[in-house]
């Protein structure tokens, strides 16, 4: 995690079979809209498919707020999500 003040960014890695990209591409998206309607948890700067190098990367780019506390706060919740781990 990379600080800044009460900010906290997280970058995601994750690699990914090149014939199931389009699939992974598709979930992650449905993911993120779930978390992005939880305005309380963490917002999504970016996501990046890398095109140059290992090509079956897929790079995301959150933002916590409320610093370190945040995050762990965010986790928390995540863990216990009946709609995300059901």
């Not at 600080?3 to 906290?8: A, E, F, H, L, N």
């Not at 994750?14 to 963490?42: F, G, T, W």
Request: hydrophobic residues 35%; glycine residues 6%; negative net charge.
């Amino acid at each position: 995690l990379l600080s800044d003040r009460d900010w906290i960014y997280e970058l995601q890695t994750h690699n990914v079979k090149p014939d199931c990209m389009d699939l992974y591409v598709e979930n992650y998206s449905k993911y993120a809209d779930l978390i992005s309607q939880r305005r309380d948890l963490k917002e999504l700067v970016g996501s990046w498919i890398v095109g140059v190098g290992d090509q079956d990367q897929c790079l995301h780019l959150w933002r916590y707020a409320k610093g370190f506390a945040g995050a762990d706060e965010t986790a928390k919740i995540l863990r216990s999500d009946k709609v995300r781990s059901g």
